[in-house]
């Protein structure tokens, strides 16, 4: 079997999968406005079988990107809604008033959303396998009908799956390697915004992250029992320069 190798810098490879994805957001959008699936996509590209979420909280970004724009910041905090409807509404407020409150709009966000996903596969895969297999993994998920059919719906599952894989991706870092200690609190940053936003956008999957810490906790704590050492470790740079300043003192009380 030949060689599978990436062939492009990783920034055009997400470039590429970016203008792809709006290609199909845009292909979406002109089969629902000109009514070719009436009975599947309504005229916003919103589809009505598979996506019935996105028809139900359509409304609330429309409402709070008004609010916005018409009320400030302070109103737009105080109206409730969704999480992820309040995120929607942001480029709403941005594009909907020439491009209309339809997936087209929504596609910044959508389309980001897209991109994380992505990434966060191939560093899973090159975490825990390697770049070929990773490149590999990548590639099918960005082509796989259902996540592109929901990835340009107006719902909370796409920040769901990148919430959920960065978990993942964090889990698999500690699991995996050592950090220093800048390294180990930048870590545990990112898992504390992960599981808060992912709490925010679907609360009712708490359960899943609850699962993840149960199986993740005792395997770190088994690894650090099987190796007899704490996994953050202090950065080399940090301790000769304690050790350099001992030194200095040491030298001043004896001359």
């Not at 009975?39 to 590209?45: C, K, L």
């Not at 594009?95 to 897209?114: D, K, Q, R, V």
């Not at 930048?186 to 915004?193: Q, T």
């Amino acid at each position: 079997m030949p060689y599978f190798r990436l062939r492009s810098s990783p920034l055009g490879l997400l470039l590429r999968a970016g203008a792809f994805h709006v290609l199909f957001a845009l292909a979406v959008f002109l089969v629902g406005h000109f009514e070719l699936l009436p009975n599947t996509i309504d005229t916003h590209g919103i589809g009505i079988t598979f996506s019935i979420d996105g028809l139900s909280y359509r409304g609330q970004p429309i409402d709070l990107a008004e609010t916005l724009r018409n009320s400030g910041i302070s109103a737009w905090f105080a109206a409730p809604s969704p999480f992820h409807c309040r995120l929607y509404s942001l480029p709403f407020a941005m594009t909907g008033s020439f491009l209309g409150y339809n997936i087209l709009a929504a596609e910044p966000l959508n389309m980001l959303y897209y991109l994380g996903i992505l990434s966060l596969v191939y560093l899973l895969g090159k975490e825990i396998f390697n770049p070929r297999a990773a490149l590999i993994a990548a590639s099918i998920v960005a082509l796989w009908p259902s996540l592109l059919l929901h990835s340009v719906q107006l719902i909370r599952d796409p920040l769901s799956i990148f919430c959920l894989l960065g978990l993942l991706f964090v889990a698999t870092l500690l699991l995996g390697r050592d950090f220093s200690w800048k390294h180990g609190i930048a870590i545990g940053i990112c898992g504390v915004l992960l599981t808060g936003t992912f709490w925010l956008a679907r609360a009712n999957m708490w359960n899943v992250v609850i699962a993840m810490l149960a199986i993740t906790l005792p395997l770190l704590a088994i690894r650090m029992v099987r190796e007899r050492r704490f996994l953050i470790i202090p950065d080399r740079k940090s301790i000769g320069l304690r050790l350099l300043n001992r030194r200095r003192i040491l030298y001043s009380f004896a001359y």
